[in-house]
């Protein structure tokens, strides 16, 4: 298993910074891999939540089955598994100006195929797809230019 992590400053609460990264709609605008919400009691990610959500990885159709840990004034904890299993956390703090987020992302590939996907999940990863990821959250975060 290994582990990305980054860290950004973006504008924006906690609590806005947190609304985005609990809103299916909102998630599939910054997500680094496109995705699809097959089910999902209620609007938004909460404690407890169980979401289905499909997509494609290496160019393969996927589903993984989403657990949300934590929702609080601070932390997201998730994990989604199918193919491969990745977890992910994102720690939000207010600062001057906005927010630090710094987000973690563990990947775990089992068999041939969750190797393989595992593999290529880590080289977007390695190339900065959760930087960038993390900066589009940024973006939704600006005011609109006047």
Do not use: K, N
């Not at 041939?112 to 960038?132: D, Q």
């Amino acid at each position: 298993m290994r582990t990305w992590e980054t860290a950004i400053t973006i504008p924006g609460s906690p609590s806005d910074v947190l609304e985005l990264l609990t809103e299916p709609e909102a998630i599939s605008r910054w997500a680094p891999v496109p995705f699809e919400l097959v089910s999902l009691r209620g609007r938004r990610l909460v404690t407890g939540s169980r979401a289905r959500i499909a997509g494609r990885l290496a160019g393969r159709a996927v589903e993984f089955e989403v657990t949300v840990f934590e929702v609080s004034g601070e932390r997201l904890a998730l994990a989604a598994d199918g193919p491969i299993s990745i977890g992910v956390q994102y720690i939000v703090r207010e600062v001057s100006g906005g927010s630090d987020v710094c987000a973690s992302v563990s990947v775990d590939g089992r068999g041939l195929f969750g190797r393989v996907l595992a593999s290529a999940t880590e080289a977007l990863l390695a190339a900065g797809a959760l930087r960038t990821s993390l900066e589009r959250l940024g973006r939704q975060l600006m005011p609109a230019a006047a």
